[in-house]
């Protein structure tokens, strides 16, 4: 199983451009989540989807939409990317696993815009 | 609206002591509250996960608490190790399947 997977790893933008960062799961989980993380700091919540179909605003969702394409996968697109976007985006899914319920994370994503 | 604070924001601890991170949060209508651990550059390990309805979870030397009704959670870390050292973070999970996590506690053990 490779759990949550997230693509890129690293990306460098300019200022206007826009990209969509991709994560799928191969855990069966219904809830789906986006966060990005600056340096020192820590995660804040972008946008999360409950289940398939639905997609939630969190703490930070300015600047950024979400499609929950399907179970699996649930992306998270910059239209015009700006330099405080600058940071480390981490998708994440909630659920069962062996028994214990928690929170899994992909190994992130460094974006930098210049 | 959930909010979640975590202080102290940094703490050095001399190896071998006992010492308790703190975390708070605004709305008591919570499913869970879990504790994670960052390494610098690195992702989040899970350490405790403890439900709404539970008032403590232990993993080894590490001990959580849960009082919902006050907004409060606590890790305690028993025996401090260098390889303690590192980010705490706690996250909020509300009924809606929202996360909420603080801005962590980053933990110094000297040796």
């Known amino acids: 199983n490779a759990g949550v997977t997230q693509t890129p790893k690293f990306q460098v933008l300019k200022t206007g451009q826009s990209m969509t960062l991709q994560c799928a799961q191969d855990m069966n989980h219904n809830s789906m989540y986006w966060y990005r993380q600056d340096p020192g700091m820590g995660l804040r919540l972008i946008y999360y989807s409950a289940s398939e179909g639905t997609t939630d605003k969190g703490e930070v969702p300015n600047g950024y939409n979400v499609s929950r394409l399907n179970k699996r996968e649930f992306s998270l697109r910059l239209e015009s990317a700006a330099p405080s976007q600058t940071s480390v985006y981490f998708c994440a899914t909630y659920g069962l696993a062996g028994g214990t319920e928690t929170q899994y994370f992909g190994p992130g994503t460094r974006l930098l815009v210049l | 609206k959930q909010e979640v604070t975590q202080i102290p924001a940094a703490l050095s601890v001399p190896e071998g002591e006992n010492l308790v991170l703190n975390c708070s949060f605004t709305d008591s209508a919570i499913y869970n509250l879990q504790w994670f651990r960052q390494d610098p550059g690195k992702g989040l390990t899970s350490l405790l996960l403890i439900q709404s309805s539970q008032r403590e979870q232990t993993s080894g030397r590490l001990n959580a608490s849960l009082d919902k009704s006050s907004g409060r959670s606590t890790l305690y870390i028993a025996a401090s190790q260098p390889g303690d050292s590192a980010t705490y973070l706690c996250?909020?999970?509300?009924?809606?399947?929202?996360?909420?996590f603080g801005s962590g506690t980053r933990l110094s053990i000297r040796p």
């Open positions: 996250a909020v999970r509300g009924s809606a399947s929202k996360i909420i």
